[in-house]
């Protein structure tokens, strides 16, 4: 058996041709041109990349880009006080301050300050809260990702049995209150669950996110499992090469389960078409306007 592969790239390219649309309909019926403003705050060169992958693809879609920059050594003042001003700027939809953040900036404290309703991460507490009581919000892009790839091949996660390995804030968490609210039946596993691969054997959906390369091993996935891998992980091969691998041992995982994302161009390119898709919702609802069908 070999499993189908979810292209991730295609997935997300066809998402972001559907906000381009939207943007052109907003734009021409309702004068509303939805604007993010991204804020980079230092020189992290991994940061730099995701800063400049995710302004190109705003750009494409028509929304209006608001690209700031600080210095590595800015204060916790100095981008607090530019959040305030992106928070009451009305062409502003959303924001995204890039992480992590230079040592002296508190993170938590600069996505709390960040206006709820522009919060297009949804890292904000009150996102978060509204994610947990299953009432409407701003969703993580990542995890928001891994569902609608999921769902290209199991329409309906209704009691399928899932298992999410990571409980971080950003990935792990989210991502098991979004399976919640599809009817799945949900297990968060971590570093001190017991006998992993036994449990992940039996689940339907099985989402690694726990950043250890090619840890999921053939035996861990119940033949036929829909596996989506969060992984980024840059390695160095027998060669001396560096490549990037996810948190699945891919070509063994293949063979045993139903359909599985790449490392890259699965989950990846989903994070950043959710991302312009949350934009486009916060400006609708700046609005008053109905959420975008996209
Ligand atoms: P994180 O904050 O480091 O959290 C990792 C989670 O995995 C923790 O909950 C940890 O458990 C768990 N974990 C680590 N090692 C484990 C093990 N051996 N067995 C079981 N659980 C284990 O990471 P993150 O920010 O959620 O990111 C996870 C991965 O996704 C990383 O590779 C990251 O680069 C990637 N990522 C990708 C995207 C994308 O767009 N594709 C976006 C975000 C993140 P404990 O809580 O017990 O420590």
């Known amino acids: 058996m ?28 309702h004068a509303l041109t939805p604007g993010i403003a991204v804020v980079l705050v230092g020189n992290d060169p991994a940061s730099e990349i995701y800063v400049r992958t995710k302004t190109r693809q ?14 590595a050594s800015a204060g916790e003042d100095e981008l607090l006080a530019l959040v305030a001003r992106l928070n009451a700027d009305p062409a502003v939809h959303g924001i995204l301050v890039q992480l992590p953040l230079p040592p002296q900036i508190d993170a938590q404290k600069v996505i709390a300050a960040l ?28 995890p928001l990702g891994c569902i609608i790839l999921a769902k290209t091949v199991r329409p309906s996660l209704v009691g399928l049995d899932a298992v999410v390995i990571g409980r971080s804030n950003i990935v792990g968490k989210p991502l098991a209150q979004l399976l919640i609210a599809e009817s799945a039946t ?4 971590h570093t001190k669950t017991r006998d992993l691969p036994t449990l992940c054997r039996s689940k339907d959906l099985l989402f690694a996110a726990m950043g250890r390369p090619e840890m999921v091993k053939r035996d861990w996935i119940k033949p036929g499992a829909t596996v989506i891998d969060v992984g980024i992980n840059r390695v160095t091969t027998a060669d001396g090469k560096s490549r990037v691998v996810g948190d699945v041992a891919f070509e063994e995982a293949r063979t045993v389960a139903g359909a599985i994302t790449p490392v890259p161009g699965g989950v990846g390119p989903m994070t950043i078409a959710c991302l312009l898709v949350n934009t486009l919702r916060a400006a609708c609802a700046a609005r008053g306007l109905a959420a975008p069908s996209v």
């Open 58 to 71: 705003v750009v494409e879609t028509g929304m209006r880009l608001f690209d700031h920059r600080l210095p």
């Open 115 to 142: 206006d709820p309703s522009k919060d297009v991460d949804g890292f904000h507490p009150l996102n978060a809260g509204r994610l947990a009581r299953g009432l409407p919000g701003l969703v993580p892009c990542t």
């Open 186 to 189: 949900v297990t968060i596993a």
């Open 2 to 29: 070999s499993a189908a592969i979810i292209d991730g790239k295609a997935i997300a390219a066809d998402l972001r041709a559907r906000v381009t649309a939207e943007v052109a309909r907003l734009s021409a019926a």
